[in-house]
């Protein structure tokens, strides 16, 4: 990539220790113009048919970021997510967010 060597390793395994809840870790190096290591553990809590609790914990950089999320589904296929934490930041940020999803028709 980008005329450097690039490689990745990754390892990952699943656990389901009772029905509705998995765990899962990943832990992965990349070396492209420099190492990187990143891991990442999963947590999946299904509560019933339409609610589920999960939450993610991510190393890299030295640095960890979390977060917790409550999901409700259903109506139509609206799915609203309440998270705690920032998913995409470098270390847990101390934020609430309320995310909507609506399925769209488009034509008939």
């Known amino acids: 990539i980008d005329g450097e060597p690039y490689e990745s390793i990754s390892v990952s ?6 029905k509705r809840v ?11 113009f420099e190492d990187r290591e990143q891991i990442v553990l999963n ?3 299904e509560m019933d048919r339409f609610r589920s609790i999960g939450g993610r914990a991510v190393w890299r950089n030295d640095r960890w970021n979390w ?24 270390s847990f940020q101390k934020t609430l967010i309320l995310k909507v999803t609506i399925p769209l028709a488009v034509g008939g």
Do not use: C, K, M
């Open 43 to 45: 947590f999946n809590w």
């Open 22 to 32: 998995q765990l899962s870790l990943r832990a992965q190096a990349v070396s492209h």
């Open 67 to 90: 977060f917790a999320s409550y999901r409700l589904s259903g109506n139509e296929g609206a799915e609203y997510f309440l998270i705690l934490g920032d998913p995409n930041a470098t």
């Open 13 to 18: 395994a699943r656990y389901r220790p009772i």
